[in-house]
């Protein structure tokens, strides 16, 4: 079985441009999350779809935006990027809300240059 | 204050040491609390769940205590491929998975 497959696996963007990043989750998992992951810190929370809906956004600012579709996957948009936005962005899956665990995607890096 | 909180180490420990990992959290209506780990480069992997009355996976030990809002992970025997980050997380407000900046452990022949 495929695992979560995150695409591109890296990218390189200019400052000011935008970005969209996608994730494909376990077949027959609904929950999907978004997390940062800057060098040297753990991931940080930026949104959790559950059935297609917006569940939770974490502390970031409005140029990041989010949706899920009806086959599961989802998109992670980024407007007007900034140097401070290069990082790893982690996909994860689960097939409920996560209460037994979310399942990692290898990651996007992007670098902003 | 961040919700999770974690000594970010470094650990360096020889081969056949027991260590232990501490972290706090910040939400004490939190349900449901994770060990993790991650390899350089890599994305975090799910070691176990930490469950209220604490759990075992053989030389792994999670404990949770939830008057000091308090979670923990003991190592026994480590081996050369324990050396890795450990992250510890916790499920937030609603199925939102909190980490912590992680623990570093490097295990030494």
């Known amino acids: 079985d495929a695992g979560v497959t995150q695409s591109p696996t890296h990218l390189i963007k200019t400052r000011g441009q935008h970005v969209t990043l996608r994730c494909s989750p376990i077949?027959?998992?609904?929950?999907v999350s978004w997390y940062q992951q800057v060098l040297g810190q753990g991931p940080q929370f930026i949104f959790q779809?559950?059935?297609?809906?917006?569940?939770g956004r974490g502390n970031f600012p409005d140029r990041f935006s989010a949706r899920q579709f009806p086959n599961y996957s989802s998109e992670l948009n980024v407007n007007a990027l900034l140097l401070g936005d290069s990082a790893l962005y982690l996909c994860a899956s689960s097939p409920t809300g996560g209460s037994y665990g979310y399942t990692f995607g290898s990651g996007t890096r992007l670098t902003v240059v | 204050r961040k919700e999770v909180e974690q000594d970010p180490g470094p650990f360096n420990v020889p081969e056949g040491a027991t260590v232990a990992f501490n972290c706090t959290y910040s939400?004490?209506?939190?349900?449901?609390f994770f060990w993790y780990r991650q390899d350089c480069r890599k994305e975090p992997k799910l070691l176990m769940s930490v469950y209220s009355s604490g759990n075992e996976d053989g030389r792994f030990t999670a404990q949770l205590n939830r008057a000091s809002q308090y979670i923990s992970l003991l190592i026994r025997d480590s081996k050369l491929s324990d050396s890795a980050t450990y992250l510890c997380?916790?499920?937030?407000?609603?199925?939102?998975?909190?980490f912590g900046t992680g623990t570093s452990l490097t295990v030494i022949p």
């Open positions: 077949s027959g998992h609904k929950s």
């Open positions: 997380v916790v499920n937030m407000y609603g199925n939102q998975f909190y």
């Open positions: 939400n004490s209506a939190s349900q449901s």
């Open positions: 779809y559950y059935e297609k809906e917006e569940r």
